[in-house]
């Protein structure tokens, strides 16, 4: 490992041997880590100091910088010393200083600035390796990063944690972490995640006993996991307060693999879940003051298909909505979006009524059970029509609407038109796109427009800021 400071000059900084070094280990590619810039804020200590995008942070007061972590944790004092590399490729260092509470002024370019550690484990249900073959590589890289589980909360089996990993996760107080658990027995553990399954839970008890803090997901697993496993992975977790919940998730599997044929689809699979954790949420809520363990909108959804918004739990049952990127709480928050934009709604009706036009909201088969549903009961009833998409790209039972691609949208929407439906506008909502523009099968909002034949645009996934935006759209056709 390079040893920084044999090379740091008697203020802390690189000095010159360091910069040479530094220009060497660069050109040479040895230094993988560096925080690229996105952009500056005009007017910041950043800006001052000249740095624009292109530029890239290889060290703050001589430590290297790793990722957005390092970043929070080494600039966190009012004056440091900055060794970057230029747009043109040379090297530097500079001193900066700002006023208290003031942004330093830097974007960077993604959360981790080396390389991301990737999954050595075997998971009998991992998604990824259930993808087409056509799929793009990014899709198909497995992380397995516990500082991705802090940022952007993805979550980590901590099976691949090191020595160093556990000590800077302790003195960086890296916390909450997001935890893949599935279940607490080591013979079925290792048959659900491969041989490295035991370390995961001795790096748990480590960091647990550390006092960092966590969030754990349970993959569901029809007759294997789920049951009297659940019960005991539940006991366990609960016997941990630095547990601070659970999320429980069914399978999901693709067309492309010859595993799995069944999840928890069926009501009376998915009730029996509901009722597995029904004791569990009653003590903690009693004891803890919230249900601490929650079961994924799925579960909800197809336990009861035909009154689901009768039996669908309150929004305070999700508290601060921890899980909600786990697809926890998703529903609820939909329901209660949308009835508080009422007035949005009444906007947006009267705009297509005056105009004689309807729109066609793209959706995921997953929302059927509950979206046409609010529609029908609003203004914009018959204006604004749900626009059901099976998802034909990854199959099996992959249904929701963030998940739907660009082909499948195309498709639907231009066999729809063949048929006979007038389709003056249809919206997608923007989950369907990632931040560069493209969809899961890599096409831009231009090629689905293109294959589709219909107008075609993006808009928000929030109902207050979506109605606004279809009636913005209505207006300039």
């Known amino acids: 490992m390079f040893a920084w400071e044999e090379f740091l000059g008697d203020n802390g900084s690189l000095g010159q041997k360091g910069l040479s070094l530094l220009s060497h280990f660069c050109q040479e590619r040895v230094l993988v880590s560096e925080a690229r810039i996105e952009s500056v804020q005009e007017g910041s200590p950043a800006d001052d100091a000249g740095f624009t995008a292109g530029y890239a942070i290889l060290a703050v007061d001589g430590e290297p910088v790793r990722d957005l972590i390092d970043w929070r944790w080494l600039s966190s004092e009012d004056c440091m010393t900055l060794s970057y590399r230029d747009a043109e490729g040379g090297f530097g260092e500079v001193e900066l200083d700002r006023e208290p509470g003031e942004d330093w002024g830097f974007e960077f370019e993604g959360v981790i600035f080396d390389k991301i550690k990737t999954c050595r484990n075997n998971c009998l249900f991992c998604f990824m390796r259930q993808l087409p073959e056509d799929a793009r590589p990014s899709l198909k890289l497995r992380d397995d990063d516990f500082r991705l589980s802090f940022l952007t909360g993805t979550f980590a089996t901590l099976t691949n944690l090191t020595d160093d990993d556990r000590e800077r996760i302790i003195a960086q107080r ?17 048959r659900l995640i491969g041989r490295h399954a035991g370390k995961g839970i001795e790096e748990c008890e480590r960091l647990l006993h550390a006092g960092i803090e966590m969030h754990m997901q349970i993959v569901l697993l029809p007759g294997l996991n789920d049951g009297h496993e659940l019960e005991k992975s539940l006991a366990w ?3 941990h307060e630095g547990i601070a919940s659970v999320g429980i998730v069914p399978l999901g599997f693709t067309r492309h693999q010859s595993t799995f044929e069944a999840s928890f689809n069926d009501p009376q699979a998915a009730q029996g879940l509901l009722a597995t954790i029904a004791p569990f949420q009653k003590r903690a809520e009693a004891e803890r003051g919230a249900a601490w363990v929650y079961a994924a909108d799925e579960f909800y959804r197809n336990a009861y298909p035909e009154n689901l918004m009768d039996m669908l739990p309150q929004t305070s049952h999700y508290g601060d909505f921890d899980m909600y990127e786990d697809g926890i709480g998703i529903i609820r928050s939909a329901v209660d979006d949308w009835q508080a934009a009422s007035q949005a709604a009444a906007a947006t009706a009267a705009t297509l009524k005056a105009r004689g036009q309807r729109v066609h909201q793209v959706i995921g ?16 009833d018959g204006l604004l029509v749900p626009f059901p998409v099976r998802n034909g790209y990854f199959g099996g039972n992959v249904d929701v609407t963030g998940l739907l691609c660009g082909c499948d949208i195309a498709r639907a929407l231009r066999e729809a038109a063949a048929a006979g439906e007038r389709i003056s506008l249809a919206v997608v909502p923007s989950v369907v796109f990632n931040d560069d523009g493209v969809t899961l099968d890599g096409m831009a909002l231009e090629d689905v427009r293109r294959e589709a034949g219909v107008p075609l645009a993006v808009v928000s996934c929030i109902p ?7 009636d913005e759209l209505v207006k300039r056709l």
């Not at 890296?174 to 290792?190: G, K, Q, T, W, Y």
Request: charged share 20%; proline share 9%.
């Open 174 to 190: 890296i916390s909450p972490l997001r935890v893949s658990l599935h279940a607490i027995s080591p013979e079925l553990r290792e």
């Open 237 to 239: 977790a609960y016997g």
């Open 365 to 380: 088969e997953a929302m059927c059970a509950y979206f046409p549903k609010l529609v029908a009961q609003s203004p914009l």
């Open 464 to 470: 207050s800021d979506y109605l606004l935006e279809i």
